[in-house]
């Protein structure tokens, strides 16, 4: 493979791997606005690059495009968004009181405060 091909691949794929590292950290931090939102009030955000690609014309006009996060985001209950309490996965909680990702995490997060309460004395 030549020398330039090989770059264009490894520099494709590492702007692939930040923008899923980017949309990911939006994910998180929307999904924790989007829960206080609704205790508080309603919150316009605009600080989150990775909704929109930018393209720039010949005569240096910015043109703003929903670019795939922010079309998979459009109209979704983020305050469903949470991320897990155990293991740190972001997950879609289908209930409200949900605080895990899994069974597994959540027999986890059981345990870890039946030994806290233990250790408190609450059992003795
Ligand atoms: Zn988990």
């Known amino acids: ?3 330039s091909t090989y770059d264009s691949i490894v520099t494709s794929a590492l702007s692939e791997y930040r923008f899923i590292q980017q949309s990911g950290r939006d ?8 829960r ?6 309603r919150h316009r955000f605009t600080s989150y690059s990775a909704f929109f690609a930018i ?3 010949e005569n ?8 795939a996060f922010g079309e998979a985001v459009d109209e979704e209950n983020l305050s469903k968004v ?12 289908g209930r409200d009181d949900k605080e895990c990702c899994s069974v597994p995490c ?15 004395g609450k059992y003795q």
Request: proline content about 0%; charged content about 45%; some cysteine.
């Open 36 to 41: 206080e939102c609704r205790k508080d009030r």
């Open 82 to 93: 949470r991320e897990c309490e155990m293991c740190g996965r972001l997950f879609w909680a």
């Open 106 to 120: 959540q027999n986890k997060r059981r345990k870890k405060r039946w030994k806290q309460e233990y250790d408190k």
């Open 27 to 34: 994910l998180r931090r929307l999904g924790k606005a989007a």
């Open 1 to 3: 493979m030549a020398r």
């Open 55 to 57: 393209d720039i014309d």
């Open 60 to 67: 240096g006009i910015a043109h703003t495009h929903r670019n």
